[in-house]
């Protein structure tokens, strides 16, 4: 195959059936969106990136960004991407319009994003990062600072920086020794390094606006004296044009495994007089500000898995109905035939299917629940899919991009030998999906937040809502007359009791040991979680195929997979949920009953 | 960390307990061989594998091979590291003594492979496929043959290749094209492509000896008509010098994820005159040597994924020893700590470590009973070894790299973003681990052999037996007084029972639709089979400890370690089966009943 297709047809049905638009459209402030205006956008995105994005991915990848004494260059075709990209309007879709945002519900830009993360996610890390300052920004700037900043930003003229992580200081943010000393006029100088600092430098835009983490001298030790800066390459002149070059220098580029035409800057700031940043929100909380960026960018990185899984499958699919090899098992004939018949093929190219679609409708009611969180005209209404949606971003993160990585290596797999060979481009998808569950947060970040924060803090009472609504698929696949959707019901409902067990483990777990002992099981629990929340979406569209089948109306052969792929990822995904079940309850001996240097 | 070390004390622990050397001491042959000769080899091979051969690993995947004019130049050190490798005497441990080989026990070979494995699996590919030459040259050489190309390939002085792969011929090698027209001298001459030939052509050695497979011109079609040539890339001149250069020429080399200083050619043969060659073995039974040498061949990448396993391992457990982030989980203090205090890294090094010692261990008591299929003087016991070898290679080879890829991941993932980074060498692993699922027959070609010619074809005798031994051990854990080995000895029989109803299935399926149905589940059928193989061994490992430990003979630590990582495995990985059993079982049907345009 050349180039990447979105999958505009199982994108519609999510709209439909999964996520459906229709609660969208009832939302304040959404009243003119409508599911026919969101498939005009989605074709224009997916034109977009098959046409635009996806060409350049893997020659980005052979050329990768390179650093030129102190500049760094994007590979050929980028800059000309990019300019097209803001020209389109594609910057800040989900953004507010009061900046020149397009203001469109969650739902419909985070299907646009998987697009643009399927078609080259090494370009769309660009946008996403910008998102992020564009966030901050607007949610703890001043009226000045957005002024000078957001429509830019917004407009793609600029792009933003996340600046977090220092080498003592990756996972753990209260390690970050930036500093930014305070000066007459109200600005600050900071000095200190930064590192893995994605499109920290490149050459698509005028000017970049970095968001840093440092700490004021007088700043208490630890998380609670770290505040937020805004620190533009360029400072920003009375008109809002470019200056001059303020202190902060990108000292080099990492060497990577995937990702190769996304810069991952090392920036030095302040190594002559200081850069030149200001205060943005409160002093000493910035630390806050950047958690709700990360959750944002969290649950973009999450569709990053989304997008890369469906690239992956869709490589490997279009090589199997093309490679001619061996005769079919079990026939009589000697004939050649195309490896998609071969039922180890088979097998391969339906778990990545089936976990790619259960990733994406996980995503998609995700970002419908942060759609009725933001707008819902009731309190009880929005704080209850508020919660849904906490529980459910450091899911999406962690099993979403865990999943990319093995999806992505079964694409290897299937491509044999020619899937070792980078030509082929199989093997760029699983050096790019790679850094997916470890950036804005590793698996271990995300499945110590669902436990701790989002799951023992409350009780266990956002997840028993989750679970309840489980339990109400599980009975409708019981009570269909069709035999594949009851033992779709019954291999989720032991999926469910699973998540069920487990949960009560984690909840009883709240410190000392047995925070710890929960804690060894914290990623085999989030990996569960996935897995029957996957089963869960996945039989919810078996019933709504199997109504549309019963209807005769629209595309049998697209709701009979939808029947077969729900029962597939049911007996070969659902089943794995009781294992890891007893992997969380009583796997954490093992792990903290040996002492270090037994390791 | 900087260099490889060998393993030598769990080695040590495998060679008593598991694989106990003093049965190989037992067999004709081998009277003169124990337990300290062994060990001064494995010591030997040990600083070899950390002195000379590691330090050149990444220096090696940073240059890799390259081609120049037809010529194909090894990375800096190379040649010198090989002259030292032949002039050790290392290149053929386990060849016989008639030509120069020491006649090692595989056994010990088989340790000693790993240790080239984890220290540099891009070296230690050389060898491999030179033994695999001698392995067809003494099965099927003539006299004159053995003479001419025996002595040189087995001190090293020359290497050798198996040449079977063409484009349109992968896994399926029936549609092998190379042509070898008959000459009057009783030679031939060989026209054709090879693609994907490990180290084709490089310049450690003045000359290379082809193995290639390729078909007569009134040969019938299909695998019936493939006969075995050998075509040194210089002709071999009445002295056994090297002289003419044969017409056989490395077009090209592949350009590869991983194991960049092996290099992988693209070999012509024939472009002018012919490649000259002359026939190995009867003619159209090319295959059938093949796959003899292929059997070795297979092994011999288990163990690689057993080296690799080990190395990804021991880099993680260094780094998380070093790394310092965050605080203790549950701990009262702020003090930070090295990150191998928090439970989910503990967890994913168990997961690297209790893998990987389960992967030797299995390894082991294969290659244990290859030395006792070879040279017991009763037939039924040497019958009753090879079945017992023969079942077990694929699942050696299938799962032992399949685990090596997942526990390389995990070794990426407990370095966090550093892993990402190439220079940490983390990264390489994985990309340089990532083949070995692939080549010499990828995992669901392991599978397929596994579950027909393997069980099904015996009716599932030969893994009766099997489990008949698992069952022992299930037994005698549950015997014992330890809680924590009962409690192994659980999870062990819950494992052998998904086994046995797993196998059961397999064993009723044997063609049609039913054979169709199995082979959809043969690759989590060898998983299963791999991770209870692997339990089984570790509870023996467990019982051989606390036998220890009542005696308070040697390492008390060691011993503990080996109680706690065989309780880890059983909680994280035995608990897996059951789930691996309902896939292999109920699994099929949504592979099977969807059609290839639903995919």
Chains 1, 2 share one sequence.
Not at 170 to 180: F, I, K, M, Y
Not at 294 to 322: D, P
Not at 324 to 330: C, F, H, K, P, R
Request: net charge negative; glycine share 10%.
């Amino acid at each position: 195959m050349s180039e990447y297709i979105a999958p505009l047809t199982d994108v519609r049905f999510v709209l439909e059936e999964l996520a459906p638009l229709s609660r969208i459209e009832a939302l304040p402030g959404c009243e003119d969106f409508n599911l026919e205006l969101a498939s005009a956008i989605l074709d224009e995105a997916a034109k977009f990136a098959s046409g635009v994005l996806s060409p350049l991915n893997a020659s980005g990848d052979r050329e990768g960004a390179r650093w030129s004494e102190g500049n760094v260059l994007t590979a050929a075709g980028w800059r000309d991407a990019y300019r097209q990209f803001a020209d389109g309007g594609w910057n800040a879709l989900s953004c507010p319009p009061e900046h020149g945002g397009q203001g469109l519900p969650r739902l419909v830009s985070a299907l646009v994003e998987e697009m643009w993360n399927g078609a080259n996610v090494s370009f769309a890390l660009c946008p996403m990062l910008t998102r992020g300052a564009i966030e901050a920004l607007e949610l703890r700037g001043s009226e000045a600072q957005k002024d000078m900043y957001l429509p830019k930003l917004i407009s793609g003229e600029w792009t933003g920086t996340m600046n977090l992580t220092e080498p003592q200081a990756g996972s753990d943010l209260s390690a970050v020794r930036t500093r930014a000393i305070p000066q007459p006029d109200g600005s600050y100088r900071l000095q200190g390094q930064k590192i893995f600092i994605t499109y920290g430098d490149h050459d698509l835009t005028d000017n970049i606006i970095h968001l840093v983490l440092a700490r004021k001298p007088d700043a208490p030790e630890g998380v609670k004296g770290i505040s937020l800066f805004v620190v533009p390459k360029h400072l920003v002149g009375a008109a809002g044009e470019p200056g001059a070059r303020n202190d902060v220098h990108c000292a080099s580029l990492e060497h990577k495994l995937g990702i190769h035409a996304s810069p991952t800057a090392v920036l030095a700031f302040g190594d002559k007089e200081g850069a030149v940043g200001w205060l943005v929100g409160e002093e000493n909380r910035g630390l806050e500000t950047m958690f709700i960026m990360m959750n944002a960018a969290r649950f973009s990185v999450g569709l990053e898995g989304v997008g890369l899984a469906e690239r992956a499958t869709q490589r490997a699919v279009a090589y199997a109905k093309e490679r001619i090899q061996g005769v079919e098992a079990g026939a009589k004939g000697r004939e050649k035939v195309t490896i998609v018949r071969h039922p180890d093929v088979r097998r391969m190219l339906m778990l990545m299917k089936s976990r790619t679609e259960a990733l994406r409708a996980v995503a998609c009611i995700v970002a419908m629940a942060m759609d009725i969180a933001q707008r819902h005209p009731e309190p009880a209404v929005r704080s209850e899919h508020q919660a849904f949606a906490d529980l459910m971003i450091p899911v999406v993160k962690g099993w979403s991009t865990e999943s990319a990585v093995e999806i992505a290596s079964l694409g290897v797999q299937v491509h044999g030998g020619m899937g070792y060979v980078e030509e082929t481009g199989a093997a760029q998808h699983l050096r790019d999906a790679r850094i997916t569950p470890i950036y804005e947060g590793t698996t271990g970040i995300q499945a110590a937040d669902l436990i701790g924060r989002k799951i023992a803090r409350d009780g266990g009472i956002a997840i028993a809502a989750v679970v309840a609504r489980m339990r109400d698929a599980q009975r409708e696949l019981a009570q269909t007359d069709a035999e594949l959707l009851v033992g779709i019901g019954t291999r989720l409902g032991d999926g469910v009791d699973a998540l069920e067990r487990a949960a009560q483990f984690i909840v009883g777990a709240r410190e000392g040991q047995s925070l710890r002992a929960a804690t060894v099981g914290s990623v085999p629990f989030l990996e569960m979680f996935g897995i029957v929340a996957g089963g869960w979406q996945l039989g919810l569209a078996a019933l709504a195929a199997q109504r549309r089948l019963a209807q005769s109306s629209g595309n049998a052969a697209f709701y009979s997979a939808k029947i077969q792929t729900a029962r597939f990822y049911a007996d070969h995904m659902l089943s794995r949920a009781a294992g890891l079940a007893h992997a969380v309850v009583n796997g954490w001996g093992g792990a903290l009953e040996i002492d270090d240097d037994q390791l």
